[in-house]
């Protein structure tokens, strides 16, 4: 039996499937679970779906063909082949899901371990974006930020220190959104939001890098969707910190794919049996 991989998330459900010996990728959003049923009716008919994600066992009601996957292990599987795909096979790495809340994962021979989590990611940018300029449109909002200048909004040390020396580099941040105010434009509000979620992803995650000793950073989920900001502050302190980004092209499917992949396995050992 085909398999079809769902990944029911916060925000969006990610679906994978084969067909004509090619795989197929397609979100919808979280809230339209009913479309998502609908028109996976037909296909589900001689498919299993295995799913993962926070809104997974909702589908169980809905749907008895239902294998649930976890997601640590999904999003990690998935990953995993994203980058073999891309002739990048790393043996160890740091795994940053930026979905709606941001999950950072080691990944190495001995498996996947989730290390920490923060609750900046794609739904801040949605939520404190919205509070922040009014706009609710995901590519609204990001491209608004990509016009932006986040150096009218954060006080940077250089503003701090002035003329005198600083003990540490000028551009750095002393505070973020202190120079802020009524007058702030939309766009440069987006982009020091958008730079506040990268560097305390980066933060975390270069803690967690120097722990375990990995250079490799590799950014999915689907808040790097058309978003050149994020992924442009995501990779501002590679040299100071010393991490080597990447970024998989189909990052948001890794959830999704993984539990397809993991689908497509079990069935065929089933199969064998
Ligand atoms: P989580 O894994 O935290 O449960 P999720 O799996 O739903 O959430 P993702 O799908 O990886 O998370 O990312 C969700 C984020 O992607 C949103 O918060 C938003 O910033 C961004 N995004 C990208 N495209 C859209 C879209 N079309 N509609 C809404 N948000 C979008
Ligand atoms: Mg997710």
């Known amino acids: 039996m085909s398999v079809i991989g769902v990944d029911a998330g916060g925000t969006l459900t990610k679906v994978v499937y084969e067909e004509n010996g090619r795989l197929h990728y397609k979100t919808f959003t979280s809230e339209q679970q009913g479309s998502v049923l609908q028109w996976l009716t037909i296909p589900a008919q001689n498919h299993k779906l295995y799913i993962t994600g926070g809104k997974a066992e909702k589908w169980a009601e809905a749907f008895p063909q239902v ?16 980058l073999k795909e891309e002739k990048n096979d790393l043996n160890q790495f740091i795994l940053i899901n930026i979905g709606t809340g941001t999950s950072i994962f080691k990944v190495d021979e ?21 509070l922040l300029t009014g706009e609710s449109d995901y590519y609204e909002l990001v491209r608004l930020s990509k016009e932006g200048k986040r150096e009218l909004v954060d006080l940077s040390v250089g503003d701090v220190y002035e003329t005198m020396n ?40 270069s803690q967690a890098s120097q722990a375990h000793n990995i250079e490799h950073f590799v950014f999915i989920g689907s808040t790097l969707k058309s978003n050149p900001a994020l992924k442009e502050d995501l990779i501002q302190f590679q040299d100071m910190l010393s991490y080597t980004p990447l970024f998989p092209e189909k990052g948001a499917y890794a959830g999704s ?15 064998r049996q």
């Open 67 to 82: 294998r649930i996957v976890g997601e640590f292990k999904a999003v990690c599987r998935g990953a995993k082949l994203l």
């Open 110 to 130: 001995n498996g996947c371990e989730r290390l920490l989590g923060s609750g900046l990611g794609g739904g801040t940018l949605m939520g404190l974006g919205g």
């Open 166 to 205: 600083s003990p540490v580099p000028q551009h750095l941040t002393a505070a973020n959104f202190a120079k802020g105010d009524s007058s702030s434009k939309k766009e440069d509000k987006l982009r020091a939001l958008t730079n506040l979620i990268a560097e305390t992803i980066i933060l975390l995650a």
């Open 257 to 271: 794919l993984g539990a397809f992949d993991i689908g497509r396995e079990e069935e065929l050992s089933q199969n």
